[in-house]
C-alpha cells in the first residue's frame, strides 16, 4: 500500500467490473459490511469503480459473473482524484476474500414455479447455490437448482436441504414478506435491483 494514500479499513461487498489490461482490473463496490449489517454505497462517493493494480486475472478466474465477494480494505488514491477531478480507489488482491457460505442469500422476483414440474420460466437463470423466490406477499425457500436445464430446456427447482434450516425431505418454507423485511437488502447491480435476504446458515 502507499503510505501517502489513506486506507478504508471498512470491508466492501463487491464484484468484478471489468478487465483493464492483463494485469489489471476494476470492482465494482456494492454496500458497506457495517457491525449492524449493511449499508447502500453512496454514488457521489464511489463515481468510479476500484483498481486491482495488479494480478486481476486471479479474480477473474475465481470469481463468477456478479458474483459478490469482499475487499477487506482499499486505498483513496489522492494523485489520480486530482488528476480526473472525482474520487478514485485502489485494492490488492491480498486483500479480497470469499463471502461466509449463505449469507446475502438471492431472491428471485417470481411466481412459484407448479409443484408437479418445479419447472422455472423458461428463460430464466437461477443462481448458482442456494435461493429464495419472491411473489411479493410470500418468500419460498431455501432452494437450489442443477446446473442444467431438463430435457424440455428449463431449470428446475428442488429444496436446499441443510442441518440448520430445513424443512423435512422435499418441503420449503413459506414467509410472509411483511415479517421479514428487516432481513431483505437491495442491491443494485450493473444499474439493476436486485434483492437478497441478509441470513446466515451456519454450519
Known sequence: ????????????????????????????????????????????????????????????????????????????????????????????????SHQIPNTLIPILDIELPPKETGNLPLGVIPPKGVYFINNDTFLYGPLISPPNQNEDGFYIIEPYTHPNFSFGQGNIGKFKVSEILNCIVTLYINYKEEKSIYLTLKK
Not at 27 to 52: A, F, N, Q
Request: glycine share 4%.
Open 1 to 96: 500500500m502507499d503510505s501517502n494514500n489513506p486506507e478504508i479499513q471498512q470491508p466492501y461487498i463487491v464484484i468484478k467490473a471489468s478487465k483493464l489490461n492483463e494485469r489489471q482490473g476494476f470492482l465494482t463496490p456494492i454496500l458497506k459490511i457495517t457491525e449492524d449489517g449493511y449499508e447502500p454505497i453512496i454514488h457521489d462517493e464511489y463515481p468510479s469503480d476500484i483498481l486491482v493494480s495488479k494480478d486481476y486475472p486471479s479474480i477473474d478466474e475465481a470469481y463468477g459473473y456478479n458474483e459478490l465477494f469482499i475487499l477487506e480494505s482499499h486505498e483513496f488514491d489522492i494523485e489520480k482524484s486530482h488528476e480526473k477531478g472525482k474520487k478514485c480507489y485502489w485494492a490488492e488482491t491480498k486483500n479480497i
